[in-house]
């Protein structure tokens, strides 16, 4: 939630930068999930010390781990977001945010690497959380630390993306369809070649070939996912409906940034339809899980 909320805050950001929009809801979208990331960071805390073992069971559990690192991501976001804002206090949750997810990706590859639990079942997009995440650190990393510490990062996401995206990919196309609560999870194969591009501009400063190539990535897994979009409106709703929003954002920001280097007509109008797609998407991923809430429909063991 706190990734696609923070997600939409930096495209309006963005947009109202570079389309010189008469409306600036960034900031109240910024609040919002600073505030939610707060509140659910005390709250997990708290159950972290009055359940240990239940949270154990999830930094165990060969699905649940992988969603552990949206903590750290979610700092690295805000970092980015409250950039513009205020340097010192982004370079604070920057710091936070890459340290723990380093930590926390050492941890998930060592689990990989000397396991006795993982099965092909096991594996969907979210995956990609732990490690490809790294590829985020540069986008307010160029600002808060030596350039190479950003390179760093970068090619640590931008290494594993294919190897596990070929893994996926033979999952999806070889075995079972995956299950139905993890299906929203697919979105998420947009978000690595979207941010990477974001990044790679950040670090380079150029739209140059692997710049074009990154992009497009991404934008085609939009349209893939958009082609099924009927398959998955038909879906229950579970809180992985909340693997939609970030990766929305995300190519709508890597659209905006296209439309800024490149000036084309097509990224401008498309900016603009992803943008509204994104904010009427999150808008109702935000009514629908206080729903859940109110009905008591969430946090009840599998």
């Not at 993982?118 to 307010?140: D, M, R, S, T, Y």
């Not at 931008?158 to 196309?173: A, C, D, G, S």
């Not at 809180?239 to 490149?262: D, R």
Request: net charge positive; aromatic share 14%; proline share 5%.
């Amino acid at each position: 939630m706190v990734m696609g909320l923070t997600g939409l805050s930096l495209a309006w950001h963005k947009a109202e930068a570079v389309l010189n929009l008469g409306i600036a809801p960034s900031s109240w979208i910024l609040l919002l999930a600073t505030t939610l990331f707060v509140v659910l960071a005390a709250l997990y805390t708290v159950k972290i010390i009055r359940f240990k073992a239940a949270a154990s069971k999830e930094w165990a559990h060969p699905i649940k781990m992988h969603f552990v690192p949206a903590v750290s991501i979610s700092l690295i976001l805000l970092s980015i977001a409250w950039l513009p804002i205020s340097a010192p206090y982004s370079k604070l949750l920057w710091l936070a945010g890459v340290i723990l997810h380093l930590i926390l990706t050492l941890y998930t590859i060592s689990q990989w690497m000397h396991h006795s639990k993982f099965e092909i079942i096991h594996l969907n997009p979210a995956w990609f959380i732990p490690v490809v995440g790294n590829i985020l650190a540069p986008i307010a990393g160029v600002h808060h630390a030596p350039l190479e510490v950003s390179w760093f990062y970068f090619s640590v996401g931008l290494v594993f993306w294919p190897v596990l995206l070929t893994i996926i990919m033979y999952r999806v196309v070889f075995h079972a369809s995956i299950a139905e609560r993890l299906m929203p999870t697919l979105f998420i194969l947009i978000a690595p070649p979207a941010v990477g591009f974001i990044a790679y501009l950040k670090l380079t400063g150029e739209v140059d070939a692997f710049a074009h190539i990154l992009y497009h990535s991404g934008l085609f897994f939009t349209l893939l996912l958009f082609t099924q979009a009927r398959r998955f409106a038909n879906l229950k709703f579970f809180l992985s409906w909340w693997a939609y929003s970030f990766p929305l954002a995300a190519i709508t920001i890597a659209t905006l940034v296209m439309f800024e280097h490149t000036g084309g007509a097509l990224f401008l109008r498309l900016s603009g339809i992803l943008l509204g797609i994104a904010s009427v998407v999150i808008g109702g991923l935000l009514v629908r899980t206080a729903l859940a809430v109110k009905r008591r429909e969430i946090c009840v063991e599998d």
